[in-house]
């Protein structure tokens, strides 16, 4: 699971800087023999319109480019467009990749026309010398301007001699050692090289390997493919699945609303959805991209409990009016096992796709022996780990042989044990905005400084806003704000806590705390200014004292009332702290 777990977060990191090199020269202009209107009547006069190998792969890298803009938040992908032919290289995208987006692709490939004069060379092992050019310009960015340590490089092209593929990566490897030895400050630490082979449908030219894959050193991977025109988008959309680790799920039965039917509905998303789950299978000859499926049912009552692991954005496919697209409760998906394992929610104009766990039951009593628990999941708070290790003999070691004694095994427990995200019945900080944002960032084994700052902004805006008004519906109107706050403040650190995975998930709780021993110190001062100010107005009138008393006395009545709403938030939000 941790080998996985590794592979997802090198392979989005590659994901994250990609360069398409496409190759420009008027060899690749040549026709693909792909019809450019394929419906039209074969007694039709209109000639035969054919697109150029050019023109497809333009096509497939807008596909490739749209997915990942429309799922992945704005700024995490990078994607750059490098323009090559015999006599120049030319660097098509800026280097801002916050202002990126499917349009301004789609008029990046319109400039590379006007900044190249494509010379008339033939398909020969010398006329692709120039794809090496642009690598070595790559390499050159990521010192003087990116600044990056992991990428991919696409190289879209048309090869006819067997031996260029061969020397083509040897000379990739020997750039890459040369470059990494230049660069002590800035090494390449994990590159990916795919080569697509892109010719015409009717080419009978066949070259030895039609798909190898090989690692060549430790920091340099090398794929290449060669790839029937008609086949080359199908094929584009598949590396974009495996480059950005996505999955598709279809929903069955999905209700529409404006008639009585159903109807299958596609989706597309983060392939942590599932658990364990391997979007891509290989084949000998073909790569296929394996869907998952799942069955719609009608919202479950209000009082269902359930725990959420994990949110995922997703796009929808067919978006023929189904019910899915209308804002209103989470609805629920099961698996073949009628078991409800997914729910899909509308959070602040977006759709996520929300991974759960079957309802667990919290206790604070070890069952005994005798009762049927294999029906049940139990979770155990902390503070009570101890007497149950004692009483079972509980240990929390991988190997059998190893006794590390109960307080390692306590502490294990507390890193290894994530109660958050609570449900959604009983959490005020779920009911506030941007909570899910939150949530999923938190929630990240690694944040980069725009995230943490991000976090941090959020965190600040929870402890400002206006907590009894914003979940008036989930207390009772007794309680009092500074109640509510107080509980929203609980869940907040045992976020932070549960997901302290690094030093700067560690520096985001030491702020937090920081933040919440300030606002105390504040109050405090606040409170004793105002028992100071009623002092002086019992001294100086006498008969304040008779309504201050009676006024304090129903204040007080008020505070011990509890609501079993109230009493239960307390419970959740009190998972895993220490008493003080």
Not at 26 to 52: G, I
Not at 259 to 285: C, L, M, W
Not at 376 to 386: G, K, L, P, S, V
Request: a positive charge.
């Amino acid at each position: 699971m941790e080998m996985d777990d590794d592979r997802k977060k090198i392979n989005r990191f590659l994901a994250s800087q990609t360069f398409f090199v496409i190759d420009s020269s008027q060899s690749y202009m040549n026709t693909s023999l792909e019809l450019v209107h394929r419906n039209v009547p074969q007694t039709s006069s209109v000639p035969d319109l054919n697109k150029s190998l050019y023109s497809l792969s333009v096509e497939a890298i807008l596909k490739y480019c749209q997915l990942s803009y429309d799922l992945l938040p704005k700024g995490r992908v990078s994607i750059h467009l490098i323009s090559c032919a015999k006599d120049s290289t030319y660097f098509v995208t800026k280097t801002d990749k916050l202002n990126q987006n499917y349009d301004y692709l789609s008029k990046c490939f319109e400039t590379i026309s006007t900044n190249h004069s494509h010379v008339n060379t033939n398909n020969s092992y010398q006329s692709k010398i120039f794809l090496i050019e642009a690598f070595k310009n790559v390499l050159n960015l990521s010192i003087e301007t990116f600044k990056f340590s992991y990428c991919r490089i696409i190289f879209m092209t048309n090869i006819v001699e067997d031996n260029f593929v061969y020397d083509f990566k040897k000379k990739l490897s020997k750039i890459l050692k040369a470059h990494n030895l230049k660069s002590n400050k800035c090494p390449i630490r994990k590159l990916e090289v795919l080569l697509i082979n892109n010719h015409p449908i009717d080419s009978c030219l066949r070259l030895s390997d039609e798909k190898t894959s090989e690692v060549l050193s430790e920091s340099l991977r090398f794929t290449f493919c060669s790839i029937n025109a008609n086949q080359l988008i199908d094929q584009m959309m598949f590396f974009a699945y495996k480059h950005f680790d996505l999955a598709i799920t279809k929903i069955r039965n999905v209700s529409r609303k404006t008639d009585a039917g159903s109807k299958d509905t596609i989706i597309i998303h983060q392939a942590d959805a599932y658990v364990n789950h391997r979007p891509i299978e290989f084949f000998e000859n073909d790569w296929k991209i394996k869907s998952n499926e799942l069955r719609w049912i009608e919202p479950m009552k209000k009082n269902r409990q359930l725990t959420t692991f994990s949110a995922h954005r997703l796009i929808v496919l067919e978006k023929d009016n189904p019910k899915l697209l209308e804002e209103g409760p989470k609805y629920m998906l099961k698996n073949s096992e009628e078991e409800i394992t997914h729910f899909i929610q509308f959070h602040h104009g977006d759709y996520y796709i929300h991974r759960v766990e079957p309802l667990i039951i919290m206790t604070d009593i070890m069952p005994s022996l005798e009762d049927e628990i294999n029906k049940y999941n139990f979770r155990y708070r902390t503070a009570d780990f101890e007497r149950i290790a004692k009483s079972v003999e509980l240990k929390m070691s991988k190997k059998p042989n190893e006794n590390h004694g109960i307080k390692l095994s306590l502490d294990l427990l507390k890193n290894k044990t994530i109660y958050w995200p609570l449900t959604f019945e009983h959490s005020a900080l779920l009911k506030l905005k941007n909570s899910s944002k939150f949530l999923s960032l938190i929630a990240q084994k690694h944040l980069d400084e725009i995230e943490s700052k991000e976090i941090i902004e959020m965190i600040q805006y929870f402890l400002r806003a206006n907590s009894s008004r914003e979940n008036g519906s989930l207390f009772n109107r007794r309680n009092d704000s500074k109640e509510i706050k107080s509980i929203i403040c609980k869940e907040i650190r045992h976020a932070l806590v549960s997901y302290n995975f690094n030093s700067e998930h560690q520096r985001i709780l030491d702020y937090y705390d920081n933040l919440i021993r300030k606002t105390r110190n504040d109050d405090q001062h606040i409170n004793t200014s105002e028992v100071a100010t009623i002092t002086n107005e019992i001294n100086s009138n006498r008969y304040v004292v008779e309504p201050l008393i009676n006024r304090m006395n129903k204040k007080k009545r008020k505070m011990e009332f509890e609501g079993r709403a109230f009493q239960k938030a307390v419970l959740y939000a009190e998972l895993n702290e220490d008493s003080r």
